[in-house]
């Protein structure tokens, strides 16, 4: 439906910050709300925050609330996490996700997906 391509990952200290970015193409691409997603070894996919159509809505999951922001600019069909106050728990894959009109927060409901950044934060 629309390809997702994740940048911005690296390595920071804790209380750092980081924004990652996911480009989104498709002809449709527009449509869809995107979100963002984080899985560390041994762990469940874990629901971060999503963005509805326009940014004309938001969710955030409780231990990145405060924290991270999520936005997108429309023109560009581009997606951005902003990271702040990082902890080292945050440590992860972030992914990229998105699927069609709908905010939801599982990842099964997502269609189309990013290859990944490695987001690590250092003690």
């Known amino acids: 439906q629309v390809q997702l391509v994740e940048s911005g990952g690296g390595l920071v200290q804790a209380g750092g910050s980081l924004r990652l970015s996911c480009a989104a193409s498709?002809?449709?691409?527009?449509?869809?709300?995107m979100a963002w997603f984080r899985q560390a070894p041994g762990k469940e996919r874990e629901f971060v925050a999503a963005?509805?159509?326009?940014?004309?809505?938001?969710s955030y999951s409780d231990s990145v609330k405060g924290r991270f922001n999520i936005s997108r600019d429309n023109a560009k069909t581009t997606v951005y996490l902003q990271m702040g106050s990082l902890k080292p728990e945050d440590t992860a894959v972030y992914y990229c996700?998105?699927?069609?009109?709908?905010?939801?927060?599982?990842?099964?409901?997502?269609?189309?997906w990013g290859q990944g950044t490695q987001v690590t934060v250092s003690s």
């Open positions: 498709g002809r449709t691409s527009r449509s869809y709300v």
């Open positions: 996700a998105a699927r069609f009109q709908i905010i939801v927060t599982q990842a099964g409901r997502y269609n189309s």
């Open positions: 963005i509805g159509l326009s940014g004309g809505s938001a």
